[in-house]
């Protein structure tokens, strides 16, 4: 279905992100026949370009960025068609009525500010935008990460974006939340008798979060050496992650109460600070070693320095003070350069109460349900059988597999494809809020502070592995092992 005619301005439309990810995912929407005929992407930014130099930014993006089977030339023009360029800048007033120019013709549309800049700019673009009377009822403006540094600066940030919109108007991404796993999450979850009555301490022994990159820093080392894995994927999709595995169900699908029940969540983590921070967490960064056959460098050598402290891996095990989840751990885990690129959340149930099985019937297995984000989207419930054939009763966990591309024979649409229709639509449901991003940085800054209180060791592991032993550690203490050790 179309969505409704809309402006989609990109603060930062000829950057990284907009070749990558938000001009692709455009495109695909455009392909559907989603985008009505007016639709129109205005990219910004401070150096001035010709419509027909931005009409060719699009072209490479798309021809980078889409896969061959999806490059049709006429759906190509037609999108770059759609396409408009503004210079304007953030702290200055240069191009702004030229922009307000370009939007008044669409007055009555649905009208979008993208922030796919440093967060700097996101209170003098607020600014400039309210200052230049372009904020309508139908405005909505999204904001990228990484959304501060801290608790204090996601506040200042916070602060002066609600300066001028209102809440219901703000979009913060965080495009795991788009994924198409993680909205099947809730699915299982909500639309399933079989899970809920055991998604609980009864019946759960822990829960395991791994996002786990095989890329290391490329040439973002700038921006991520003053980030971190901790505040670069933690703070935020990590910790949606969690939200939905472990929030109650929520009264409707509507955004305010699904947002509620994960704000509780955030709420109810036990504090991890200088006196536990040891027990709890375990950062490091790469060495150089090998991943995929290849040779790889360091973190260091990456970044071209001799020293940095910023972690490239992080590994906590984390609790969730409440009824539902007392005394269950959450193992969560991410890093840069690991052994490949995976994603999933593990949920390992407890063993059964009392076997009746002999000896030789082999171990009965724990339960597991696997949900996958990358690389395949899918889900996969772990179940104990009886091998087949003549051999008497013995035992065998076998996976009962569900995976998405095979099931449906498409794959999946890039999480920000749907994100940025919810945005046109209005609907704020997969959006964090402001409550939530200051409830997981109150959880995130005693870490950091711990960290620095402590001079907590700063653990190395080899490019390619899965981090270092420390993180092994982590999880063996509590007689457990890591989902791919099992
Ligand atoms: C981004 C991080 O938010 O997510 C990157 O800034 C990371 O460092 C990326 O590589 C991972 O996203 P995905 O969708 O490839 O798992």
Redesign the pocket.
Same mark, same amino acid.
């Given at each position: 279905i179309q969505v409704s005619p809309f402006d989609l301005v990109v603060f930062g439309g000829a950057g990284d992100l907009a070749a990558r990810k938000l001009l692709p995912a455009l495109y695909h929407r455009d392909l559907a026949g989603q985008l009505p005929d007016v639709a129109r992407i205005i990219g910004v930014s401070r150096r001035p370009l010709s419509r027909e130099a931005y009409a060719d930014f699009v072209r490479k993006a798309l021809d980078e960025f889409v896969k061959p089977a999806d490059k049709k030339p006429e759906a190509v023009e037609r999108f770059v068609a759609r396409t408009w360029f503004c210079a304007a800048d953030a702290e200055g007033e240069g191009g702004w009525a030229e922009l307000a120019g370009m939007l008044a013709s669409g007055a009555d549309h649905v009208r979008a500010f993208y922030f796919a800049v440093s967060p700097d700019l996101f209170a003098p673009l607020s600014q400039r935008i309210k200052q230049f009377g372009l904020v309508t009822p139908q405005t909505r403006v999204v904001l990228e990460?990484?959304l501060g540094k801290n608790g204090e600066s996601a506040n200042a940030v916070n602060s002066a974006v609600a300066a001028v919109f209102d809440e219901s108007q703000v979009f913060r991404i965080?495009?795991?939340l788009g994924?198409e796993t993680v909205q099947n999450l809730m699915a299982l979850r909500f639309a399933n008798r079989l899970f809920e009555p055991l998604w609980n301490a009864t019946h759960i022994d822990h829960v395991q979060i791994t996002?786990a990159?095989d890329?290391g820093?490329g040439d973002?080392g700038g921006?991520?050496d003053t &980030?971190g894995a901790m505040r670069?994927?933690l703070q935020?999709?990590i910790m949606q992650l969690l939200c939905l595995t472990a929030m109650e169900p929520p009264d409707s699908f509507q955004a305010d109460a699904v947002r509620d029940e994960k704000l509780k969540v955030l709420k109810a983590l036990k504090p991890i600070d200088e006196r536990n921070a040891e027990q709890m967490t375990v950062r490091a960064q790469y060495r150089g070693g090998s991943v995929g056959g290849q040779a790889v460098k360091g973190y260091l050598e990456d970044l071209g320095r001799e020293i940095s402290t910023t972690e490239t891996f992080v590994a906590i095990r984390a609790e969730i003070a409440n009824w539902r989840w007392a005394g269950v751990p959450f193992y969560l885990r991410t890093g840069?350069r690991l052994t490949r690129?995976t &994603?999933e959340i593990v949920v390992n149930f407890r063993p059964i109460s009392h076997n009746i099985f002999d000896s030789s019937a082999g171990r009965v297995s724990q339960n597991r349900l696997i949900l996958r984000?990358?690389p395949d989207e899918g889900v996969t419930l772990e179940v104990t059988i009886k091998d087949p054939g003549p051999g008497g009763m013995r035992l065998r966990r076998i996976p009962l597999d569900m995976s998405f591309a095979e099931t449906f024979g498409v794959s999946n649409p890039?999480?920000y494809e749907r994100l940025l229709m919810d945005v046109i639509r209005g609907n704020q449901t997969l959006f964090m809020r402001a409550d939530e991003v200051n409830a997981a940085w109150k959880w995130v800054d005693p870490i950091h502070a711990a960290w620095a209180h402590n001079d907590q060791r700063m653990h190395t592991y080899a490019a390619g592995t899965w981090g270092p032993s420390a993180a092994v550690a982590l999880i063996e203490r509590d007689g457990r092992t890591w989902f791919e050790d099992a």
């Open positions: 990460k990484p965080d495009h795991y994924k996002v990159e890329i820093v973002r921006y991520y &980030s670069d994927m935020n999709h840069k690129r &994603s984000l990358q890039d999480a």
